[in-house]
């Protein structure tokens, strides 16, 4: 039973920073790569893919209204995935949820909720102008 539990969220101005944690436990990967990522929900609106990292090989994506403010890293020993969140606008504003993907094919659609069978329970972040 893997389990994911986020950390980190909070409220800030626009032009604030946030670290969001996610600390992973329960699970076993048959194999060397698997997929985690950020993903956030705002109300009204569908579940997005915000950034991703293909653990083992190195790989990351960023959807593109968050390239170049937001940065996803693992810390291997302690794991924990983290969003280094900075320059945040209100547009930001969402429940941001960790997951993972553990399948071999899982980078092929490394973006899309739809690949993660594992997820934490979120933790919101606020932005305010």
């Known amino acids: 039973q893997v389990q994911l539990v986020e950390s980190g969220g909070g409220s800030v101005q626009a032009g604030g920073s946030l670290r969001l944690s996610c600390a992973a436990s329960?699970?076993?990967?048959?194999?060397?790569?698997?997929?985690m990522g950020w993903f956030r929900q705002a109300p009204g609106k569908e579940r997005e893919g915000v950034a991703t990292?293909?653990?083992?090989?190195?790989?990351?994506y960023y959807v593109d209204s968050v390239k170049g403010r937001f940065t996803i890293s693992q810390d291997n020993a302690k794991n924990t995935l983290y969003l280094q969140m900075n320059s945040l606008k209100p547009e930001d504003t969402a429940m941001y949820y960790c997951?993972?993907?553990?399948?071999?094919?899982?980078?092929?659609?490394?973006?899309?909720?739809?690949?993660?069978?594992?997820w934490g329970q979120g933790t919101q972040v606020t932005v305010s102008s």
């Open positions: 990292i293909y653990i083992g090989a190195g790989n990351t």
């Open positions: 997951a993972a993907a553990f399948e071999q094919w899982c980078w092929i659609y490394n973006s899309r909720p739809n690949n993660y069978k594992n």
């Open positions: 329960g699970y076993t990967s048959t194999s060397s790569t698997y997929c």
